[in-house]
């Protein structure tokens, strides 16, 4: 779940850089505004090695504001999420994406 929401988060925001770009809108402030949407801090959890195929993801898809783990220090990739927890992923990924969108209207 954390790879398929970090592919949705990259995807909306390549359309963004695309559409800016071509209406020669991505000036250093729009470029600015967008990394402040994206956290720069690195979780540390403890059940996720760097070496793990998903490592990446996992600290994307905390960067992103979408999942955060069961806990400050363990992330559980291999449990089942419960439908609860999936509504608020949800959730998430639209604010994600309504934060891309106001943006885009900011610009033009």
């Known amino acids: 779940i954390a790879t398929l929401c970090v592919r949705i988060c990259e995807f909306i925001i390549e359309a963004l850089q695309i ?3 071509a209406c020669n809108k ?3 402030s ?5 990394s ?5 801090n690195k979780p540390d959890y403890l ?14 898809v905390y960067q992103y504001g979408i999942m955060e783990g069961v806990s400050p220090n363990v992330f559980e990739p ?4 419960n439908r609860a927890e999936i509504a608020v992923i ?15 209207v900011e610009i033009f």
Do not use: C
Not at 30 to 34: H, K
Not at 49 to 60: G, L, P, Q, R
Not at 97 to 104: Q, T
């Open 19 to 21: 559409a800016l770009k």
């Open 26 to 28: 991505l000036a250093v």
């Open 30 to 34: 729009q470029r600015d505004e967008l």
């Open 36 to 40: 402040k949407i994206i956290n720069t």
């Open 47 to 60: 059940d996720v090695n760097k070496t793990d195929w998903f490592a990446d993801m996992v600290v994307k």
């Open 78 to 81: 291999t449990r089942f999420v």
């Open 90 to 104: 949800i959730n998430r990924l639209t604010k994600f994406l309504d934060i891309k969108n106001n943006l885009l």
